[in-house]
């Protein structure tokens, strides 16, 4: 849920929507040749951020960054291990993202995406991270250096031309030939701590309890002194 008009990237001032964790469209014109792999730094960032809204169904949260820009953090639907947060928080955040592309033989095991995530306490705040592998294969239908741009077809047969603009990317098109399987690798590093609530430990320390030993035998009792009559 983004509001039309009002996103802020998180890495530039242009008009475009921001979002932490796509699987980005660029990522497909990285590749290398053969054997060869490819990362290139993103996004690094660190910001604090208000919780706007939450979808449950697809799993984007809104955040608004105290400059008032808007971010978009997709938190995939299968992860569970993370901190509970809801509209209203407010949080610390931290990304990064690399994009790494590798030729690979067209006969090779397809990709796999992964995700881990995790949670925990950082000065008593609820803290969380999430590393996300997104892995993508695509084969080239066209290329054209000079000008920046590449066609590619995705597993289900979509067809994509994407103009390149990052100069890093657009010295790798060169490389590239017709018909190339690519594997296009997506990470994204993301951590947070929700700065409106405090965890109290629930633990409990007795002190002064002296320790046990061994029980002993009771002293004689002192006999009482005689008197006289």
Known sequence: ????????????????????????????????????????????????????????????????????????????RKVHNLPHIQPGDRINIRFFQTIGADVVPADSPPPESTVTSARGVSNRHPHGMMVSFRRKRVRIAAVDPAHHVVTTVGPAGATQTITVHNKAMQALLPTLKVGDTVDVTTMDAVSFEVMNRVITSTATVQEGTGTTTAPTAPAPATPAPATGH
């Open 1 to 76: 849920m983004m509001a039309p008009g009002t996103t802020r990237p998180f890495l530039s001032r242009l008009s475009r929507p921001a979002r932490l964790l796509p699987v980005a469209a660029l990522a497909l014109a990285l590749p290398l040749r053969a054997h060869a792999q490819a990362s290139i730094i993103t996004g690094n960032q660190v910001t604090q951020a208000t919780v706007e809204t939450i979808d449950s169904t697809s799993g984007e949260v809104l955040l608004r960054d105290r400059d008032g820009g808007l971010i978009t953090v997709d938190i995939p």
